[in-house]
């Protein structure tokens, strides 16, 4: 696989190129697909690695990075959602024939649409309703204060 | 494993800071970290992100007020992008019944040397932020706070800290600090012995667990940080935006994600290193983004993400040598706000180490500050 130059895109959703991804391998001897991310921002987007995890492998790979690169990290809510509906979520899930209007701007080159959305439709497996103890965090005390 | 005059343990942004400010001064240092540095699942890797000045007391408002000065140059002075943005951050209110103590916060910074901060109605900060609420009333807004990028921080310090001659040992967890005839003689790890003279603990939540080994026992706890960012929109939000009472730290990254932060807390078990979601964190936190700035309620969350981070009992950082201990000193339990000062800790960290005595401006956030518990130290 010949990917060197950042005319090569290897990540679409934040525009990484391969010229970066091998820069970065190479600069800081990274072994792992997970380090890549980190330090390029490839596999941050929208989709989460689907498209660009194998080419990160792949890139490593043709670094003549030996082992198991690993998979990049699983982070909830595994699909997007828009804000409005993941902050209706609590509700909407309560009652889930309900439906949430949210104004769905998408990406850089941004057009404009209004979807209706079944809750259930943007909200992902890792948002199951929790056990009434653990539903209702509190801010940190001491987090970030505001 | 080769000798170091000084033993730094932890490789986030505070340990990172340390060990470049070491190196930069001539000292033979040496980093170690359980992981490859910023490991997944901590705090500088769940950090929002955000350089401020405004919202701090006593010894943590002296440290911003120096870290910002080290940050308007830090990029060239390490040789990395940080992404630092230097465009304001607004702590907003939507009470007016809040206006006297927000005030008093105001006139008791600006008493304390920031100059910067100051009282903001409700329409001067939609001027600001076009999309704010109708709701909020007033803010303090400083122009000299902004925000960088954590995970590039800590590489970026660990890289000129290596540039200048220190050792970075991943995937090296610190299992006990050996001393014989009380002084640090190494610090044990899986590979064998790290001889040094001196050892940083800057574990964050993990540092207990150390201290514990050396008899020592501070009110410092772990607490479970959560994020979340949004798929890149256009470039719109430029300050940070905070809102009293809700847990809310917002800024837009230069890469274009709106990324959340600001107290809505993860969950599991750092004793094992595991860190999970907290989902009704994510909709709370998501449900004060959109109470803020209602534009924003399309925007998709793409990733949620969780790190430890350790909190002590006052929320201030404990920062000094160990009471009784030689030869080892301590920087953690930031409690969810240190990431702005790391510039200005490692600088005065290594200066305790380089100049042997506690430099002024740390030593109201001493270990010694807490009572004498009775493991408290002396043991050595």
């Known amino acids: ?146 | 494993m080769k000798a170091a005059e000084v033993v730094v343990i932890g490789g986030g942004v505070i340990g990172s800071a340390i060990a470049y400010n070491l190196a930069k001064a001539g000292v033979d240092v040496a980093l170690c970290d359980r992981a490859h540095p910023p490991a997944g699942g901590t705090a500088s890797g769940a950090s929002a992100g955000g350089v401020r000045q405004q919202n701090r007391v006593g010894a943590e408002l002296d440290l911003a007020l120096r870290a910002i000065a080290i940050w308007r140059d830090l990029e060239s002075e390490l040789d990395a992008d940080l992404l630092y943005r230097r465009d304001g951050m607004a702590i907003c209110i939507d009470d007016e019944r809040l206006l006297p103590a927000l005030r008093r916060r105001i006139d008791g910074e600006r008493a304390g040397g920031l100059l910067d901060v100051r009282l903001a109605d409700g329409d001067e900060l939609r001027r600001i932020v076009p999309d704010l609420s109708r709701e909020i009333v007033a803010g303090s807004w400083c122009e000299s706070d902004g925000h960088a990028d954590p995970i590039r921080t800590t590489i970026g310090f660990q890289r000129a800290a290596g540039a200048r001659g220190a050792r970075i040992h991943p995937d090296t967890p610190a299992l006990d600090v050996l001393r014989a005839g009380g002084r640090v003689q190494a610090v044990l790890t899986p590979q064998g012995p790290l001889p040094c003279r001196t050892v940083v603990l800057a574990a964050g939540p993990w540092t207990p667990a150390l201290l514990k080994k050396l008899g020592c026992e501070l009110p410092i706890r772990p607490g479970c940080l959560q994020m979340q960012a949004t798929a890149a929109m256009p470039a719109r939000l430029r300050p940070v935006l905070g809102w009293v009472g809700h847990g809310i730290s917002l800024k837009q990254v230069p890469g274009g994600a709106y990324v959340v932060g600001g107290g809505w807390p993860g969950r599991g078990e750092p004793e094992r290193y595991q860190a999970d979601v907290i989902p009704e964190s994510m909709r709370k936190s998501a449900a004060v983004v959109v109470g803020l700035i209602p534009a924003l309620v399309g925007v998709p969350v793409v990733r949620a993400w969780v790190g430890w981070e350790s909190f002590s009992e006052d929320d201030q950082p404990v920062i000094g040598a160990l009471p009784g201990i030689e030869g080892v000193l301590i920087a953690a339990g930031f409690s969810g706000h240190g990431f702005a000062l790391a510039p200005a800790v490692g600088e005065q960290v290594a200066r305790a180490v380089v100049g042997g005595k506690i430099p002024d401006v740390l030593r109201p956030v001493g270990p010694d500050r807490f009572a004498a518990s009775p493991a408290g130290g002396a043991k050595a």
């Open chain 1, 1 to 146: 696989m010949d990917i060197e130059g950042d005319d090569v895109v290897l990540c679409r959703c934040q525009a990484v190129g391969a010229g970066m991804v091998m820069a970065a391998i190479a600069g800081h001897g990274l072994v792992r697909c997970d380090q890549v991310k980190k330090l390029t921002g490839a596999g941050m987007g929208p989709c989460q690695g689907r498209v660009c995890g194998p080419l990160l492998a792949a890139a490593l790979a043709a670094a003549g990075v030996a082992g198991d690169p690993g998979p990049l990290r699983v982070r909830p809510p595994l699909r997007p959602v828009p804000l409005g509906v993941l902050a209706a979520g609590a509700e909407a899930l309560a009652e889930p024939r309900g439906t949430v209007s949210a104004k769905v701007l998408w990406g850089l080159s941004a057009g404009e649409a209004t979807l209706t959305l079944e809750p259930e439709v943007g909200v992902g497996p890792g948002l199951t309703p929790e056990s009434p103890a653990a539903s209702a965090p509190k801010p940190a005390p001491g987090g970030e204060r505001p």
